[in-house]
């Protein structure tokens, strides 16, 4: 019952945090951190629940909100940047150079998405197994 609770709570969260980037649609920054939110809120109450059940999941929930609005303000604060310090645009070298690594970034991406995912169940086969270590 807890844990539906938890999850309705959590769902709603995160359909309200994409509705508030949706009205701040024209608002980069405000965008940003509320799309970081909701990602944050929805890992954080995955994660939270795997490790401490419907309680872990609503202070799971609560912490990934916290940390995916800093985050989504970094990547904000980061395209602003990146956009700032654009190459002229008759470079042909640079643009030459950006399609060479454009394949090797979203391997990159993949990879790191793999090693997370495959931590996650390495820690949940770890997690399953002392307790069933501490029941007997």
Do not use: C
Request: charged share 15%.
């Amino acid at each position: 019952m807890l844990g539906g609770a938890v999850g309705v709570g959590t769902a709603l969260d995160v359909g309200y945090q994409g509705f508030q980037a949706y009205k701040d649609r024209h608002n980069a920054a405000k965008r940003s951190v509320d799309i970081g939110g909701a990602v944050g809120t929805g890992a954080g109450a995955i994660i939270g629940g795997i490790f401490g059940g419907p309680i872990g999941a609503a202070l799971g929930a609560q912490a990934g909100k916290l940390f995916g609005r800093i985050g989504g303000s970094a990547v904000n604060s980061f395209v602003h940047g990146w956009q700032r310090k654009k190459p002229p645009k008759n470079s042909g070298r640079l643009k030459t150079l950006a399609g060479l690594l454009e394949p090797h970034s979203v391997r990159l991406v993949d990879g790191v998405v793999k090693l997370v995912s495959l931590w996650a169940e390495h820690l949940a086969r770890l997690v399953h197994s002392s307790k069933r270590m501490a029941s007997n």
